[in-house]
Protein backbone atom coordinates (compact mmCIF):
# COMPACT_ATOMS: atom_id res chain seq x y z
CA UNK A 1 0.00 0.00 0.00
CA UNK A 2 1.35 3.36 -0.82
CA UNK A 3 0.56 6.78 1.69
CA UNK A 4 0.23 10.17 0.17
CA UNK A 5 -0.05 13.29 2.42
CA UNK A 6 0.15 16.49 0.97
CA UNK A 7 0.75 19.89 2.27
CA UNK A 8 2.19 23.55 1.04
CA UNK A 9 -0.91 24.90 -0.67
CA UNK A 10 -2.53 28.40 -0.15
CA UNK A 11 -2.93 31.73 -1.26
CA UNK A 12 -0.02 34.41 -3.28
CA UNK A 13 -0.60 36.49 -5.92
CA UNK A 14 0.40 36.60 -8.94
CA UNK A 15 4.70 36.25 -9.09
CA UNK A 16 4.26 34.68 -5.86
CA UNK A 17 6.11 31.25 -5.61
CA UNK A 18 4.51 28.06 -3.61
CA UNK A 19 6.16 24.72 -2.54
CA UNK A 20 3.81 21.84 -2.80
CA UNK A 21 5.20 18.50 -0.27
CA UNK A 22 4.28 15.73 -0.30
CA UNK A 23 4.84 12.93 2.12
CA UNK A 24 5.34 8.74 1.00
CA UNK A 25 5.70 5.66 2.02
CA UNK A 26 5.44 2.61 0.74
CA UNK A 27 7.24 1.33 -2.68
CA UNK A 28 6.13 3.00 -6.18
CA UNK A 29 7.74 3.36 -9.89
CA UNK A 30 6.62 6.99 -10.42
CA UNK A 31 5.14 9.83 -8.88
CA UNK A 32 3.18 12.75 -9.82
CA UNK A 33 1.62 16.07 -9.63
CA UNK A 34 -1.63 16.64 -10.69
CA UNK A 35 -3.62 20.20 -10.72
CA UNK A 36 -7.58 20.06 -11.37
CA UNK A 37 -9.04 24.01 -11.86
CA UNK A 38 -12.64 24.11 -11.27
CA UNK A 39 -14.64 23.15 -14.11
CA UNK A 40 -12.43 20.71 -15.70
CA UNK A 41 -10.73 17.49 -15.68
CA UNK A 42 -7.79 16.48 -13.86
CA UNK A 43 -4.45 17.42 -15.64
CA UNK A 44 -0.79 16.06 -14.82
CA UNK A 45 1.97 18.48 -14.18
CA UNK A 46 5.05 16.78 -13.67
CA UNK A 47 6.37 12.99 -12.75
CA UNK A 48 8.92 11.56 -11.27
CA UNK A 49 10.39 8.12 -11.95
CA UNK A 50 11.19 6.63 -8.35
CA UNK A 51 13.93 4.35 -9.47
CA UNK A 52 16.30 7.27 -10.99
CA UNK A 53 14.99 10.47 -10.16
CA UNK A 54 14.24 11.13 -14.07
CA UNK A 55 11.66 13.84 -13.95
CA UNK A 56 8.89 14.76 -16.69
CA UNK A 57 7.32 17.80 -17.45
CA UNK A 58 3.83 18.08 -19.35
CA UNK A 59 3.22 21.62 -20.44
CA UNK A 60 3.98 25.03 -20.46
CA UNK A 61 4.91 25.29 -16.92
CA UNK A 62 7.75 23.33 -16.90
CA UNK A 63 9.68 26.52 -17.17
CA UNK A 64 8.28 27.58 -13.85
CA UNK A 65 7.45 24.39 -11.68
CA UNK A 66 10.43 21.90 -10.79
CA UNK A 67 9.59 18.03 -9.28
CA UNK A 68 12.35 17.03 -7.00
CA UNK A 69 12.28 14.92 -3.91
CA UNK A 70 14.28 14.71 -0.65
CA UNK A 71 17.17 12.10 -0.55
CA UNK A 72 15.61 9.43 1.56
CA UNK A 73 12.94 9.15 -0.92
CA UNK A 74 10.13 10.17 1.49
CA UNK A 75 9.25 13.63 0.15
CA UNK A 76 8.01 14.41 -3.08
CA UNK A 77 7.80 18.24 -4.18
CA UNK A 78 6.37 20.83 -6.63
CA UNK A 79 8.41 24.24 -6.57
CA UNK A 80 6.06 26.48 -8.36
CA UNK A 81 7.67 29.80 -9.26
CA UNK A 82 6.44 32.85 -11.16
CA UNK A 83 2.95 31.92 -10.43
CA UNK A 84 -0.04 33.08 -12.50
CA UNK A 85 -4.25 33.03 -12.10
CA UNK A 86 -4.72 30.50 -14.37
CA UNK A 87 -2.09 27.85 -12.12
CA UNK A 88 -4.79 27.90 -9.53
CA UNK A 89 -6.57 24.83 -8.76
CA UNK A 90 -6.76 21.82 -6.23
CA UNK A 91 -3.01 20.36 -6.81
CA UNK A 92 -2.61 16.46 -6.07
CA UNK A 93 0.21 14.10 -5.05
CA UNK A 94 -0.09 10.51 -6.86
CA UNK A 95 1.67 7.34 -7.44
CA UNK A 96 1.38 4.53 -9.29
CA UNK A 97 3.63 1.03 -9.81
CA UNK A 98 2.21 0.46 -13.33
CA UNK A 99 2.44 2.32 -16.45
CA UNK A 100 4.56 4.34 -17.90
CA UNK A 101 6.32 7.54 -16.54
CA UNK A 102 6.97 9.36 -19.15
CA UNK A 103 2.85 10.06 -19.75
CA UNK A 104 1.64 10.05 -16.28
CA UNK A 105 -2.28 8.94 -17.69
CA UNK A 106 -4.35 9.91 -14.81
CA UNK A 107 -5.61 6.69 -15.19
CA UNK A 108 -2.57 4.86 -14.30
CA UNK A 109 -2.19 6.39 -10.84
CA UNK A 110 -3.56 4.27 -7.92
CA UNK A 111 -2.74 6.26 -5.41
CA UNK A 112 -4.03 9.87 -4.55
CA UNK A 113 -3.57 12.25 -1.63
CA UNK A 114 -5.84 14.41 -0.21
CA UNK A 115 -4.73 17.22 -2.48
CA UNK A 116 -3.90 21.09 -1.33
CA UNK A 117 -5.58 23.83 -3.01
CA UNK A 118 -3.73 26.39 -4.69
CA UNK A 119 -4.71 30.35 -5.60
CA UNK A 120 -2.89 32.85 -7.60
CA UNK A 121 -4.89 36.12 -7.27
CA UNK A 122 -4.09 39.19 -10.17
Known amino acids: QVHLVESGGGSVQAGGSLRLSCAVS?????MGWFRQAPGKEREVVAA????????YYFDSRKDRFTISRDSAKTTLYLQMDSLQPEDTGMYYC??????????????????WGQGTQVTVSS
Open 48 to 55: LRSSTGTA
Open 26 to 30: GETYC
Open 94 to 111: AATRRGLCATARPDEFDY
